[in-house]
């Protein structure tokens, strides 16, 4: 688990530890020291702890201007045992809302389980933004059929072509402009 690092090619773009508006902001990693935990397991000492004891995060991009935010995803999303989603809603979502960001990119290639508890939380996010989206691209089948089990798609759009999306290719901006013309599609049909 150590060895899977969140993404770095746009770091000369944006890095979380440098936007004085991030709650990462001077936060210093240590390429040598794990110092996070999945279970047992070490992870990648960049990987931002937000509160949860299995999920983790990396803002990959944040662009004000047009009111977006990155965010890869590693680790076991648990809100039956550790109500992830209100770690990520209360510490991540509600400081980028605060800031006029209403568009949400989720990547989720490297969410390994997803256990659900309930929906106030994802009602929640889905009612702060008034224009925006969240959108859950590149997840795990088994993780997708968990998502539907309980209906996330009220809160979020996900799977489809959402689930094979080579985001690595693109700018953060080519990447959002795509995603917003997908949603502008998929929600105003």
Excluded at 131 to 143: K, S, V
Excluded at 158 to 185: C, H, I, M
Aim: aromatic letters at 16%; glycine letters at 6%; hydrophobic letters at 35%.
């Amino acid at each position: 688990m150590q060895n899977i690092e969140p993404y770095s090619r746009w770091e000369n773009i944006y890095q979380s530890n440098t936007d004085s508006k991030s709650l990462f902001f001077g936060e210093v990693y240590d390429p040598y020291r794990c110092r996070n935990t999945i279970y047992d397991h070490y992870i990648h000492p960049k990987w931002d702890n937000f509160g949860s004891k299995t999920l983790y995060l990396k803002i990959l991009s944040v662009q004000y201007e047009q009111g977006f935010a990155i965010i890869e995803l590693m680790g076991e999303w648990n809100d039956c045992l550790y109500n992830d989603i209100m770690h990520l809603k209360r510490s991540i979502v509600e400081n980028l809302l605060e800031n006029g960001i209403q568009k949400f990119i989720l990547i989720g290639e490297n969410v390994l389980n997803f256990h659900y508890s309930d929906d106030a939380y994802y009602e929640d996010w889905f009612n702060d933004i008034d224009e925006g989206w969240i959108m859950g691209i590149n997840f795990r089948p088994h993780i997708l059929e968990e998502f539907d089990k309980v209906n996330l798609n009220y809160y979020m759009l996900y799977g489809g072509k959402l689930n094979e999306v080579k985001w690595r290719t693109l700018s953060p901006l080519k990447l959002f402009n795509a995603l917003d013309q997908y949603a502008n599609t998929a929600l105003n049909p």
